[in-house]
């Protein structure tokens, strides 16, 4: 580079940083306005997560940015990321508390990592909140006194004794709840066990989601709902979502959701192990989509196995579930050894058949990801 050249250059940075320098203190100016939102919702009970606001934000600032000669997918992408802040600085004002006058929650499991975040968001909201944990049953039956509701959240392979054996005396009143990735067995469980209100939760998100806006709750219904209606009020103004499901619907739907997918990524990390794999080399020739996917497969192993042992290990059924898997992985094989490029793209065009209007709509948001993992590198 010429000096001439390196003057221009420098100039125009400057001018550059001048105006993400005006951006910065636009976001602080934004930030501030949404902690005024965020107060005025918290006085309200309105939820954390506004759609409908959204979605015609979205659109009016898309086609400002066409009048202006702008890529509309960038002032989309911006707005994105600066509402993902949002949901969590309204999120630090706290959360309308709906029922005011419960009593005390107790969280069985308070110390797990899902057990903390439930710990949190409902002491934002204003209840009182105990914990209990594996080495304090005796101080629980003084707790349970005052309980206006039990949540369980503990590891699936003693969720279903504990409730038996330590959750059979609860006040009539207080609601039992648990938040175990299986449903029907733990709702059986808890529906024995207590005559009161039952309600069986599956958070569909892990504990380090931040904020719960547009996450999803699952729900399947035990016994007098009424009296745990304001639950679900409360998750939603969190932000989430609430999906309601038969206990067995959702079981099955599991078995491939969790248990099949959380195997097969278990196997891929297995087989890269054995293979003895160079992780650092695979990095540097590997394109945005097997970043991703190795990130996803890594992601596994960064956890704790026994989560993952007792997903995989939770329900009967998975072992059908994956057992169907290893046989279609078969004779996919058995397609290649027998060298039948037809057959396999017949198979191919049959699946994409199935995948219908999912296909391109998984093509455009994952498009969007793998270049959230571009834009992600450095050198
Ligand atoms: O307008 C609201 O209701 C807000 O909470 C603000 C805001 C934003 O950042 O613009 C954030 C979250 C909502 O989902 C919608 C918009």
Same mark, same amino acid.
């Not at 080495?135 to 005796?138: A, F, I, K, N, T």
């Not at 989560?307 to 007792?310: I, N």
């Given at each position: 580079m010429n000096e001439k050249t390196t003057g221009e250059l420098e100039n125009l940075r400057d001018l550059i940083d001048g105006v993400d320098q005006q951006l910065l203190h636009l976001f602080r100016k934004r930030l501030d306005l949404v902690a005024?939102?965020?107060a005025v919702k918290h006085a309200a009970g309105v939820p954390i997560y506004a759609p409908q606001r959204e979605a015609a934000m979205l659109a009016k600032r898309r086609q400002e940015a066409v009048n202006m000669n702008i890529s509309p997918q960038l002032i989309e992408d911006v707005l994105r990321r600066l509402?993902?802040?949002s949901y969590l600085n309204e999120k630090d004002v706290g959360f309308k508390q709906v029922k005011t006058d419960l009593g005390d929650i107790v969280i069985v499991g308070g110390q797990g990592q899902l057990g903390q975040l439930f710990t949190q968001m409902l002491t934002l909201s204003g209840y009182q909140v105990k914990i209990v944990d594996k080495?304090?049953?005796?101080i629980a039956p003084s707790l349970f006194k005052n309980a206006g509701m039990v949540l369980v959240t503990i590891p699936i392979n003693v969720t279903c004794e504990v409730i038996r054996t330590q959750l059979n005396q609860l006040p009539q009143t207080c609601i039992l709840a648990d938040l175990t990735s299986i449903k029907e067995k733990p709702l059986l469980a808890m529906l024995e066990a207590h005559k009161g209100p039952v309600v069986g939760l599956h958070p569909m998100f892990g504990p380090d989601v931040g904020s719960l806006a547009k996450q999803v709750v699952v729900v399947c219904h035990g016994r007098d709902s009424h009296r745990y209606e304001w639950l679900l009020e409360q998750i939603k103004i969190w932000g989430a979502r609430i999906v309601e499901a038969k206990a067995q619907k959702h079981d099955n739907a599991m078995q491939l959701v969790q248990a099949m997918r959380h195997? /097969?990524?278990f196997v891929y990390g297995l087989n890269l192990c054995k293979e003895q794999a160079d992780l650092d080399n695979l990095l540097q020739f590997s394109s945005p989509i097997y970043r991703l996917e190795l990130a996803m497969v890594g992601r596994l192993f960064a956890q704790d196995p026994n989560?993952?042992?007792?997903i995989i290990f939770a329900q009967e059924g998975s072992l059908n579930a994956i057992s169907?898997?290893?046989d279609n992985y078969q004779s996919a094989l058995s397609l290649l050894k027998a060298g039948d490029r037809q057959a396999f793209i017949e198979q191919f065009s049959q699946v994409s058949e199935w995948f219908g209007d999912f296909a391109p709509q998984f093509q455009s948001e994952s498009r969007a990801m793998l270049q /959230?993992?571009?834009d992600m590198k450095h050198d």
């Open positions: 005024q939102v965020g509402m993902r802040e080495d304090d049953w005796q195997f /097969s990524t989560l993952y042992a007792d169907d898997y290893i /959230s993992v571009n």
